[in-house]
């Protein structure tokens, strides 16, 4: 007698059991539902064991590669099955059909079969609320815990981890200590899970004592549990802490996982140690630690060591040439990050929203003009003109190009404008000298009923006032200021004191400054730039070395101000002790406005001898700025023979400058050489230049 089938010959129902738990333990060598399928054909009758065993299994076959149309046909023929049988009386059978439908996204199928159910037990209610959770629905999933709670059921440890990420990252703090008290009543907490769980979530909600104090009281703790600490304060940006914890970690030799190494990185610990220690842990092909890696590198500026770290990997990584790109786009190196993009393009990986507006954020100058018009219609092509992430990049963009047109263009294309779109525009009207436009910008803000304005809207706001020189407009800015209590942000406070300076009432400035308890370094260089355009230079430099005698270490902007109040004031000790003290001292190398302002101080007090060995000893070259400082005071002490060979030097420099030819012409006629003079107005007209008209600003 020949038979068809020996697989199913002789077999019990053990046998068939035995074929499919292996799948709660991974093993896909082949399909349950095809097992079940044999077990039909052998004349058995499956039990309520079987169909556990058998929901359980297809629950583990199911992955991320699954035709789920399919898999969903074949899981309603099994349900089919067991309402015709009636196994689906059994709690834990149905529990297990439910949490099969839940793993399918099938939430409306699994809620049914909830509900139908006569009888249930804590572990069907735990199922449909991890279920929830991990689909995205916790806030069902939280009103469906209650009413377990209400109706005397009570959650489990894996309830309690599901629902705390969700009261950490919504910022219900009252709602995650409500579930830590049941915790602790219902003896959770001593589950390593759950306290894993309470802690990120302190973390989350910024309570790290509470954080602190249940690490501390963990006997056990794991590698989770002190990678879940690291990163409690890596999100918290107190990297000294981080550190603490992990020499803590090593120093009890507990294993490091690829996840103490992201942590660290991302609360921005030295990234070269750790280098070298996931090389000595033989970490060196776990992708994600790479990638986090290059990022850290990319961020620090070092672009060459993170190309060879990338190139090392042996997977491209969309996150780690993103990176690669916004540091070469940070540094200004436009050509080799367009290069880096283009790869990825090459590569065929969907750039984001991420990687688009990082190398937007290089196109800083006009000559990135048709670099960024190219990415722009790349947004275009690939629907990324939708993100306002995106739409905010650009506008930030054009708005550096000056293109204010193109920026409101860009902000009416918006179908939801919120804040932040809001104050990249107003900033960027501003920052292209059109703060009257970024006024309108504003009052279409509130006429709209738009969002409500931050201290970032209004510091703009306050920029633009220093631009128009429209003190009325500033105090009312001020005036808003007070009511919502901005006035807690120093960059704020910095700008309202700029404010104040440039529209002529140093007193108003000089009361803001007083108010703020410890002002910052921009702050004080506000005040010190205030003080010298109001022609108060000694004050001016009492300020700067106030400013040092409270600690707080001046930059080259404070040097910018405090140059600018000792040329004004024909301080020419002062100005030396001061340039001496900023390079020597404080290791700052002099710009090209920190030398024009030297030279214009050196010119102005007729040392003229060593202006010029200044200007030959800089590290830089010299621009038209520097030498039309030195052919100014030339002009003041007619000084015609350096006068002359200043001008040559600018006019080697830059011919088409205008102000080099008014500046030539005012030499001559101060000498009365008035041949000079017409030869110079005439050089002036044959270049295209015709003179600068003047232009007096009032309120």
């Known amino acids: 007698m020949r038979i068809s089938n020996p697989i199913i010959f002789s077999r019990d129902l053990s046998y068939f059991h035995s074929l499919l ?70 709690v834990y059978v149905k529990t297990s059909l439910l949490n099969l439908y839940l793993k399918m996204g ?77 915790a602790s009543k219902s003896g959770l907490e001593i589950d390593s899970q759950v306290k894993n769980a309470l802690i990120s979530f ?44 992990f020499r803590n970690m090593f120093e009890k030799n507990v294993e490091i996982s690829p996840v103490t190494i992201i942590n660290l990185l991302s609360a921005h610990v030295s990234h070269e140690p750790l280098h070298c220690l996931v090389v000595k842990s033989g970490m060196v092909n776990d992708n994600s630690v790479i990638t986090s890696l290059v990022c850290a590198y990319s961020r620090c500026g070092c672009s060459d060591s993170a190309e060879r770290l990338y190139a090392s990997s042996n997977q491209d990584s969309i996150v780690g040439l993103t990176s690669i790109v916004s540091s070469y786009a940070e540094k200004g190196d436009m050509d080799i990050a367009v290069v880096y993009f283009s790869k990825m393009h090459q590569l065929c990986m969907k750039i984001d929203a991420v990687a688009l507006v990082g190398i937007l954020h290089g196109c800083t100058n006009s000559s990135h003009i048709h670099i960024g018009m190219s990415l722009h219609a790349y947004a275009i092509k690939n629907g990324l003109c939708t993100q306002t992430l995106v739409v905010n990049g650009m506008i930030t963009m054009y708005s550096k190009f000056d293109d204010v047109e193109t920026v409101l263009y860009l902000f009416e294309q918006l179908q939801e404008t919120p804040l932040i779109s809001w104050n990249s525009v107003i900033s960027g009207c501003v920052q292209s000298g059109r703060a009257s436009t970024a006024f309108e910008v504003f009052h279409r803000m509130k006429l709209r009923g738009g969002p409500k304005p931050d201290a970032f809207t209004i510091a703009s706001l306050l920029a633009g006032c220093s631009q128009l020189s429209c003190l009325h407009l500033g105090k009312k800015l001020h005036g808003c200021i007070l009511r919502n209590n901005f006035e807690m942000e120093n960059f704020v406070c910095t700008a309202l004191i700029d404010m104040y300076a440039k529209c002529g009432d140093v007193l108003l400035a000089e009361s803001v400054f007083k108010s703020i308890n410890a002002p910052c370094t921009a702050t004080w260089n506000s005040m010190i730039s205030g003080y010298s355009l109001s022609g108060l230079q000694s004050r001016a430099l009492s300020s700067y070395l106030e400013m040092r005698e409270q600690g707080v270490k001046p930059d080259k902007i404070t040097f910018l101000g405090v140059l600018s109040a000792c040329t004004h004031g024909g301080l020419v000790d002062e100005g030396k002790i001061c340039f001496r003290e900023m390079t020597k001292e404080f290791g700052i190398s002099p710009s090209l406005q920190h030398y024009a302002l030297m030279v214009g101080l050196l010119g102005r007090a007729c040392l003229f001898t060593e202006a010029l060995y200044l200007i030959w000893g800089m590290d830089i070259k010299p621009d038209s700025a520097v030498w039309g400082a030195l052919l100014s005071a030339c002009i003041v002490h007619r000084e015609m023979e350096i006068g002359e060979y200043v001008a040559k ?51």
Not at 36 to 65: G, K, Y
Not at 206 to 228: G, H, P
Not at 666 to 691: I, Q
């Open 21 to 90: 738990k292996p799948y709660n333990h991974g093993d896909i060598s082949s399909s349950p539902i095809t097992i079940f399928r044999n077990l039909l054909r052998s004349s058995l009758t499956p039990n309520h064991l079987t169909m556990s065993i058998l929901l359980q299994a297809t629950t583990t076959s199911l992955s991320p590669h699954t035709s789920l149309d399919f898999f969903k046909l074949q899981v309603r023929q099994i349900q089919t099955h067991l309402t015709k049988s009636g196994l689906d009386r059994f």
């Open 106 to 182: 099938c939430l409306t199928t699994a809620r049914m079969l909830f509900d139908e159910m006569p009888e249930r037990d804590t572990v069907v209610w735990n199922a449909l609320i991890c279920g929830y959770s991990r689909n995205g629905y916790e806030c069902n999933a939280w009103q469906l815990f209650i009413v377990m709670l209400q109706q005397g059921f009570s959650p489990s440890a894996t309830t309690v981890v599901n629902l705390l990420p969700f009261c950490g990252q919504c910022g219900f703090v009252s709602h995650g200590r409500s579930v830590h008290a049941i």
């Open 649 to 699: 030097k600018m006019f080697m420099l830059d011919y088409r400058n205008g102000g080099l030819y008014v500046l030539m012409s005012n030499l001559y006629a101060t000498e009365a050489m008035w041949e000079d003079v017409v030869r110079v107005r005439k050089m002036m007209k044959d270049n295209g230049y015709d003179g600068y008209l003047g232009v007096s600003q009032i309120e």
């Open 202 to 245: 302190y973390s989350n909600c910024r309570e790290l004592d509470s954080a602190e104090v249940l690490f501390t009281e963990m006997k056990d703790k794991s590698t989770v549990s002190w990678n879940t600490m690291i990163g409690a304060y890596s999100q918290s940006g107190l990297q000294e802490e981080a550190i603490t914890v």
